[in-house]
């Protein structure tokens, strides 16, 4: 095999069985990512929307989403059973309302580690996205959780994105 040729790094070649990455060797590097979730609510609960929130009989759904997501990314190992535990040294979650009137929540992980935030990153994203779901379904079920995706990664082997 040649050594630009990728292989999936959470399989032990000599098992072919899943593996958590050996990242003993790598160097400690500061890492960020920053992940997105998209969400469409729909006019009938977009109606809602009073300043920077929407006020619910459960509180206040897009800061709930945040406190929802800090915490996820913080769990991120106990929910992927390959990631590794890390003590994450910043996590923020944004959400604000584009001009298509979608929720766009934005969340950003760091650590000085040997191992990336990616999926801390878009485990946060995904669950703020889950939890404004959860809050809002009373309003209506037509709510769409449009995409969730990795927009940056910086630090260790690579970089990635905008």
Do not use: W
Not at 95 to 121: L, P, R
């Amino acid at each position: 095999m040649s050594t630009s040729e990728k292989t999936f790094t959470h399989i032990n070649p000599d098992t072919n069985y899943p593996a958590m990455v050996d990242v003993s060797d790598k160097q400690v590097t500061k890492r960020t990512a920053r992940a997105q979730s998209i969400v469409i609510l729909g006019d009938e609960i977009m109606r809602h929307l009073a300043g920077n929130d929407i006020q619910t009989k459960k509180g206040p759904v897009f800061q709930t989403a945040i406190i929802a997501g800090t915490m996820a990314a913080k769990k991120t190992s106990d929910l992927i059973p390959l990631c590794h535990p890390l003590a994450l040294e910043n996590c923020k979650v944004e959400i604000s309302v584009n001009e298509q009137q979608e929720v766009v929540i934005q969340c950003t992980a760091t650590i000085t580690s040997k191992t990336g935030v990616e999926m801390e990153a878009l485990t946060g994203a995904s669950i703020a996205a889950l939890t404004i779901y959860d809050m809002c379904k009373a309003f209506s079920h037509d709510i769409i959780i449009k995409e969730t995706k990795l927009l940056q990664k910086t630090g260790g082997k690579s970089d990635y994105g905008q």
